[in-house]
């Protein structure tokens, strides 16, 4: 019987792909009745349970699922080969209830409406409109950082601890909601990862999990950029599943906040983009822009590039292409690359709104 009620539930793996792979073609529905639906009553019963928490009960269920996937291999190693299909009703079972789970509580944001149609926004830009916008972020990034310091040579060091910087994230969102309603954030669940050293080997800087509703930031990463990533982390939570869209309000977020450590992160988080985007486009202007940027900018911006450097490792590309095959089968077709499409956001965004 129980063998039966396994290979039931491992059947039903087909409908409901082919459920989500036909649900893909009506965003607007998504929009309307999931995302902004039952979708925040779902993530806000999540963080109610579990926001309290003071560690990750997410990453606990992680570390507790892997050892019980290895020692359940090793209990099962004679009987993989005598009795194969057993063992797979018992994998796609399982798969096929965090397939579920996944989507419900939180997956199906990925089909929502495109972000730069919810804000009318053009998809495309010209050269011209990202340098009118670069040059806009260049004066407000330079501005913030001389209202710290005075020298415009010296980088900038936060001076929270990094628990606070992440607990002060949401009041960025609390200003955020008078312009964008939809972005009320409450209760709060961010936490560091318990997973932070792996994690800056994997390199990644943080991550939502789907299940639990919880936001993880590593703990490791330089604090200049803690403010955006622990915004883009809420993002998330809020229902933001597409990376560039995350990135996007995120910024915002902080550039909304009271704190000027958290408006200096999210200027130059912006300008980094943009400036990389012209990077690629004309070499030249990419030349004479980045001379307009205080020194110290540019130093912020050095630390952040000699972390990474410094934790590069043989397996990061293996975990990166993997989450970036993971972005692609979720309807972000450029995989990692989705990060950048952000600039799109921001130019078309910032042309026509006061930065």
Not at 115 to 120: I, Q
Not at 271 to 297: A, F, P, Q, W
Request: with cysteine.
């Amino acid at each position: 019987m129980l063998k039966n009620k396994k290979a039931l539930i491992a059947l039903t793996l087909i409908p409901q792909y082919f459920t989500v792979k036909w649900l893909a073609h009506y965003p607007e529905h998504i929009e309307s009745y999931y995302s902004n639906g039952i979708y925040p009553y779902i993530a806000k019963i999540s963080r109610i349970t579990l926001g309290w928490l003071p560690f990750s009960f997410g990453d606990l269920i992680y570390g507790i699922s892997l050892i019980y996937i290895i020692r359940w291999f090793y209990k099962n190693r004679k009987r993989l080969r005598k009795d194969t299909k057993a063992w797979f009703n018992d994998i796609a079972a399982t798969f096929s209830i965090i397939y579920f789970a996944f989507h419900i509580l939180w997956g199906l944001n990925y089909y929502r409406l495109p972000l730069y149609k919810s804000l009318n926004l053009n998809a495309q830009y010209t050269t011209e409109q990202l340098e009118t916008v670069t040059k806009k972020l260049i004066t407000k990034a330079n501005a913030a950082h001389l209202e710290i310091e005075k020298n415009d040579t010296l980088k900038i060091n936060i001076p929270y601890t990094k628990g606070k910087i992440i607990a002060l994230a949401p009041r960025g969102y609390n200003n955020l909601k008078q312009h964008f309603p939809h972005l009320e954030y409450h209760p709060t669940s961010v936490k560091k990862s318990l997973f932070s050293y792996p994690l800056t080997y994997m390199g990644f800087s943080g991550y939502l999990n789907p299940l639990t509703n919880e936001a993880q930031v590593d703990a490791l990463i330089p604090a200049s950029i803690l403010p955006t990533t622990t915004s883009h982390e809420i993002a998330h939570q809020l229902g933001f599943a597409a990376e560039n869209e995350a990135n996007f309000i995120g910024c915002l977020a902080a550039i909304s906040h009271d704190d000027k450590y958290f408006n200096y992160a999210g200027y130059t988080f912006a300008l980094r983009y943009c400036l990389n985007e012209i990077y690629s486009r004309d070499e030249m202007l990419y030349e004479t822009l980045v001379e307009t940027v205080n020194k110290g900018i540019l130093n912020n911006y050095k630390e952040v590039r000699e972390f990474w450097e410094a934790h590069e490792n043989p397996t990061e590309p293996l975990f990166k292409l993997f989450y970036s095959n993971y972005l692609k089968a979720n309807k972000q077709n450029k995989g990692m690359e989705s990060y950048s499409y952000v600039v799109a956001l921001f130019v078309n965004y910032f042309n026509s709104n006061t930065l």
